[in-house]
């Protein structure tokens, strides 16, 4: 088969590639390649991420003059450069790697649906333009596309539920990105600017992530005296979602306590999941959830929420609790922390569950996708 790969939208490393969409991408390719060396591949990329793309005897690379950053070029490449690129190559299959097709060429289109992240939002009350876009195109494109891989089952269930697509869906659930080890200097440097106890979130301010449930649990926690270290909280911290946190800290006194990060190095992160007591993922919803795998990897219990599709990737090597409950959340992180024997269970079982995932059985799968549809 002649396969055309579109990752025009996706960003260069350092802007979107540590985040899901993009650890998707970057890892999925070259085992793709590797695996399907009996197909030829042709990636549609931008001028920033070309880089990215393995060039291997099967694989060719177009790289499109467009600008990626501006939602308009997105939509002419989406809906008019790759109707000309697949008549232009011949293509049998092209996979749409994030949430929209090409409606000229619907009928040879595979599109990976990462969530229903618009849908969530639209559904309470967001209305702005990018969302207004969102509720019309991707349910033409649910409608339309050949064949559609979810990246859990959960996101294959809502896509069912909430569209009516019965057939060709494909949960394939993603692996983790290997975390980036830091080296003696810096690990020296880290330990000296961490030299406390600490739980640890990879977040954002978003609603959905749910920070303010894990604030009030630490709160709680703080003043029942049952724990004297300190919280991490990594990601982008800004804008109007941030203010009931900064609010919520401001109120309980707590910015000695609360370490609001911001982005940081890879390898900084890689310390603080190594180092954390434990780490917190208390999201109302995900498409997957990888920091419960990084996390993991490491050998870091993880306390997360049991919403969405994070009880897929957790397994039973996670404690679950109800995410819009502050209390219940504080009496697990109390008694977990208190708790060795359950710690050391945790510890083991995470590792277990980390090695249940490789981006060989993500491409193998995928590969699997697209020979169905011949």
């Known amino acids: 088969m002649k396969i055309g790969i579109d990752v025009f939208s996706f960003d260069k490393p350092g802007e ?154 494909y949960p394939i659930l993603l692996a983790p990105g290997k975390l980036v080890q830091a080296t003696e200097q810096q690990n020296r440097m880290f330990a000296e600017k961490y030299d406390y106890d600490f739980m640890y979130t990879v977040t954002t301010s978003m609603p959905h992530k749910n920070l303010i449930t894990l604030l009030k649990a630490f709160a709680m926690m703080r003043e029942r005296n049952a724990f004297e270290g300190k919280l991490i909280i990594t990601g982008q911290m800004k804008g109007k979602f941030h203010l009931p946190n900064q609010e919520f800290i401001r109120e309980h006194k707590l910015e ?54 994070i009880p897929e990737v957790g397994g039973d090597a996670c404690l679950y609790f109800n995410p819009n409950s502050a209390d219940e959340l504080a009496e697990l992180m109390i008694s977990t922390l208190s708790d060795t024997s359950l710690m050391t269970n945790l510890k083991s079982a995470g590792f277990i569950q980390y090695n249940r995932f490789s981006w060989e059985k993500v491409a193998a799968e995928t590969l699997e996708v697209y020979e169905k549809q011949q």
């Open 16 to 169: 979107n590639y540590g985040v899901g969409p993009g650890v998707y991408v970057w890892h999925l390719l070259p085992e793709l390649f590797r695996l399907g060396k009996h197909h030829t591949f042709v990636v549609f990329a931008n001028r920033d991420n070309e880089t990215m793309i393995p060039r291997l005897p099967n694989v060719k690379v177009v790289v499109s003059k467009l600008p990626n950053k501006f939602r308009p070029f997105r939509i002419v490449h989406e809906q008019v450069s790759m109707v000309y690129y697949a008549l232009k190559f011949k293509l049998d299959l092209i996979h749409f790697l994030g949430n929209n097709i090409s409606f000229g060429v619907a009928r040879r289109s595979v599109i990976t649906i990462l969530d229903l992240m618009w849908k969530y939002y639209y559904d309470r009350g967001s209305r702005n333009l990018k969302s207004l876009y969102n509720s019309i195109i991707i349910p033409i494109t649910i409608k339309r596309a050949k064949a559609i891989i979810t990246i859990s089952k959960f996101v294959a269930n809502q896509v069912q539920e909430e569209f009516n697509r019965n057939e060709r869906i």
């Open 256 to 309: 000695k306590e609360v370490i609001l990060t911001g982005f940081i190095p890879d390898e900084e992160k890689t310390y603080l999941y190594k180092h954390a007591k434990i780490v917190v993922y208390p999201s109302l919803y995900e498409g997957f959830g990888l920091p419960v795998l990084e996390a993991m990897s490491v050998g870091t219990p993880v306390i997360t929420s049991h919403a969405a599709s």
